[in-house]
């Protein structure tokens, strides 16, 4: 318990922080409704927890009752985050077009054709896809233990040039197609597969000679 006038100020149910021993009730919710603010006759008391000022028996309606402890300063500002600061996600310049819903078109599939995951199918967008076992990765083989954690390998859809190309990723793990090992960039076709870790997966392009999807924006 500490001595009279140590702790002055306290919160009101309504949020308003006043001086408890100068009046007996919230001076602010007797202005809001006309009245003259009720002064304390004698001094009240207050219990001293931590530099908190906490009024005995007080409790917010609706809440709990044991009551709402505040530090004995006025409420900060809210924390503004850097005017630079950018955590907006890239945007890719081949997406749909401009005021739409950011859809990034699918250009192709890879189909699993070898390993736990045989039969599913893979989504490709344009620029790089990489292949891993993280679920961040494009290409997620999480149930394959052979596959690198983090960019095995990466697929790429060129657009301007209508290609897709493999590449070698981070990893120091290698990987094939058509049964040779890739070293630097090289071009697949429709149904060429390769082999990551004990992993086969086979290109179905939707974008090729037929159809791309700034051919089909051009006609629109």
């Known amino acids: ?35 003259k ?16 000022a906490v009024m005995p028996g007080q409790g917010i309606p609706g809440y709990d009752s044991e009551p709402e402890t505040r530090p004995l300063r006025e409420p900060e500002e809210d924390i503004k985050e850097p005017a630079d600061k950018d955590d907006a996600k890239t ?3 081949f997406t749909n077009h401009e005021g739409e ?17 045989k039969g599913k199918d893979f989504s490709l967008k344009t ?16 149930d394959e233990k052979s ?10 859809y060129e657009p301007r040039q209508n290609v897709f190309i493999v590449k070698p990723g981070d990893s ?23 082999q990551v870790g004990n992993v086969s997966l086979m290109l179905i392009p939707c974008c090729d000679d ?3 999807w700034t051919a089909q924006d051009n006609e629109e």
């Open 127 to 142: 620029g790089c896809n990489f292949i891993g076992r993280d679920w961040d990765m494009d290409i997620c083989l999480a």
């Open 147 to 156: 596959v690198s954690r983090k960019r095995h390998a990466a697929i790429i």
């Open 37 to 52: 603010p009720k002064e304390n006759v004698t001094t009240s008391w207050v219990e001293e927890k931590n530099d908190v």
């Open 210 to 212: 037929k159809f791309t």
């Open 91 to 93: 945007i890719s310049i």
């Open 101 to 117: 819903e950011n859809i990034q078109p699918t250009v192709g599939w890879l189909i699993c054709v070898k390993g736990r995951m």
């Open 172 to 194: 120091r793990e290698l990987f094939y197609l058509k049964d040779e090992v890739v070293l630097e960039p090289r071009r697949m076709e429709k149904n060429d597969i390769i």
């Open 1 to 35: 318990m500490s001595k009279p006038n140590a702790i002055r100020n306290i919160r009101c149910p309504k949020g308003h922080y006043y001086d408890a021993n100068k009046y007996a009730s919230c001076p602010h919710c007797a202005g809001e409704r006309g009245e």
